[in-house]
């Protein structure tokens, strides 16, 4: 069974940091691109950042580009997302997802989902 399993959560006040971590297991981890995305509510999920190997390493969504980092530890089967400087625009539920294409950055081109984790940033 695959599974992808998010931690790191929180309450945070503005201008802290909060590093995510997304362990799989259940697939050849280093097959896959990963990627991180989020959801406010009320709002569509949004793709963040992810890494792929065949697309060339890290790609963000323009706006979190130079606040966020996604990196990945192959050994350990798990995918970081360090968010820092974060605002109260950034809360939502974090996703971490895996799918097959070079640089996926929609829902319909990951195959396999974690259940999210709560991100919450106060004033």
């Known amino acids: 069974q695959v599974q992808l399993v998010e931690s790191g959560g929180g309450l945070v006040q503005a201008g802290g940091s909060l590093r995510l971590s997304c362990t799989a297991s259940?697939?050849?981890?280093?097959?896959?691109?990963m990627g991180w995305f989020r959801q406010a509510p009320g709002k569509e999920r949004e793709f963040v950042g992810g890494?792929?190997?065949?697309?060339?390493?890290?790609f963000y969504k323009d706006s979190v580009r130079g606040q966020f980092t996604v990196s990945r530890d192959n050994a350990k089967k798990t995918v970081y997302l360090q968010m820092n400087t974060l605002k109260p625009e950034d809360t939502a539920v974090y996703y971490c997802a895996a799918g097959g294409a070079v640089r996926p950055i929609t829902r319909d081109q990951y195959a396999y989902w974690g259940q999210g984790t709560q991100v919450t940033v106060s004033s």
């Open positions: 259940g697939i050849t981890f280093s097959y896959y691109t």
């Open positions: 890494f792929s190997w065949s697309g060339g390493g890290t």
